[in-house]
Structure formats: C-alpha cells, structure tokens
C-alpha cells in the first residue's frame, strides 16, 4: 500500500515529541524509491492515457500517494529542524558527541549554519548604543537571584568572569557565581545547580 513508510515515518517522530532520535536514513531512502517508482509508473500510464482513458484515475491515485508522501517526508525533516533549532539554544554552538551522533550531515551543516547566523546576528544587536552584542541563549528563563551556587560536574579548567576574577573550575568543586555566567555551563553539563 502506498505511504505506509511515512506514516511509520510520522508516528515515530510523533512518539518522541521532546527528544530527537536518530536519523533514520533507511526509512527515508526507501520513502524517496517508494517516489521514484511511482512516478516512473504515472509517467507511462499518462503517455498511454492518450489511447486508454481508464488509466488517467489510476495516475491520479498515484500523483495524490506522491504528494502526500512529499508532504509527510517534508514534515518530518521540519519536526526535526525544529528539534535541531531548539538543541542550539539549550547547549550553544558546541553539541554534545551523544546528540550530535543523531544528526545526519546536513542536518549537522544546517545546525552550524544556524548557529552561525545566531551569532552574528546577537553581536549586532546594541552596536547602535556602544554595545558589542547580546547574549539572548544566556538566560533561557529569567534568573530568581543575581548569583547561585553551582556543583562542578568535571574538570574546566579556568573561567574568567565578568568582572575579571578567574575561578578554576574542577571537578566535584562548589563555586558562588554570578547566574549570568553560568547559564550556559550548566546546559552543557558542566555546573550543576545546588538548591
């Protein structure tokens, strides 16, 4: 039966609503075949329409399975540049070896990509008031207090804080620092925060 490959496709995805799981190339490549042979098929039936009318409800049938399968594959490639749009922001530029195992290649290129244009668009913001940018993957939910108390889950090394102090983070190690600066280490994994 035509599309049964992408509803499979589709359900997968819509398992895992919050996580993203590994690219799945097979399923994909055997979707995009699943294409190719129905369009081989439309192709010569709509040369042969000319003489046999009762083949054109069969091309239409076969043109409505293409396009429901090009329009469930593109939704499944958008759910996950989503997923990949939303990874940016809870890890930075840099991804972890686990997660960036789950992404394809261009999948990888469109998240540097991505990244890349995040970047340069936060350092343009402010440049017109003496600012050299904006930071806006910093503080993904407001901060409650100005500083906390974080757990070093590995060896760092040193961090140089806004104000110029360097706090050498190792591992099992407690620090008081500032929310800002912390944000990011704590989504990589790096600091922990004690409550």
Same mark, same amino acid.
């Given at each position: ?13 819509e398992r895992n609503r919050d996580t993203i799981d590994q690219y799945n190339d097979e399923k994909v490549r055997q979707i995009i075949e699943e294409m190719h042979v129905l369009f ?6 709509? @040369? ?5 009318? !009762? *083949? ?9 399975? =293409?396009?429901? +399968? ?46 890349? @244009? ?5 350092? !343009? *913001? ?9 930071? =806006?993957?910093? +503080? ?7 500083y906390i108390e974080v757990l070093c889950l590995s060896d760092y090394g040193k961090l140089e804080l806004e104000d110029g102090d360097v706090v050498l983070l190792k591992k099992n ?23």
């Amino acid at each position: 039966m035509f599309g049964e490959k992408v509803i499979e496709l589709l359900k997968e995805t819509e398992r895992n609503r919050d996580t993203i799981d590994q690219y799945n190339d097979e399923k994909v490549r055997q979707i995009i075949e699943e294409m190719h042979v129905l369009f081989k098929m439309n192709m010569t039936d709509a @040369n042969a329409t000319t003489e046999n009318k !009762s *083949l054109w409800t069969a091309v239409q049938v076969r043109h409505a399975a =293409l396009e429901r +399968n090009k329009r469930c594959l593109l939704a499944y490639l958008y759910s996950r540049m989503t997923k990949i749009r939303t990874l940016r922001w809870e890890f930075g530029s840099v991804l972890p070896p686990d997660v960036r195992e789950l992404l394809c290649d261009s999948e990888y290129d469109w998240f540097s990509k991505y990244s890349t @244009n995040l970047a340069s668009y936060m350092r !343009s *913001l402010g440049q017109d008031i003496g600012y050299s940018g904006i930071d =806006l993957t910093e +503080n993904l939910r407001p901060p409650k207090s100005l500083y906390i108390e974080v757990l070093c889950l590995s060896d760092y090394g040193k961090l140089e804080l806004e104000d110029g102090d360097v706090v050498l983070l190792k591992k099992n190690s407690r620090h008081f620092l500032p929310t800002s600066e912390c944000q990011t280490l704590i989504r990589q994994g790096v600091l922990k925060q004690i409550t």
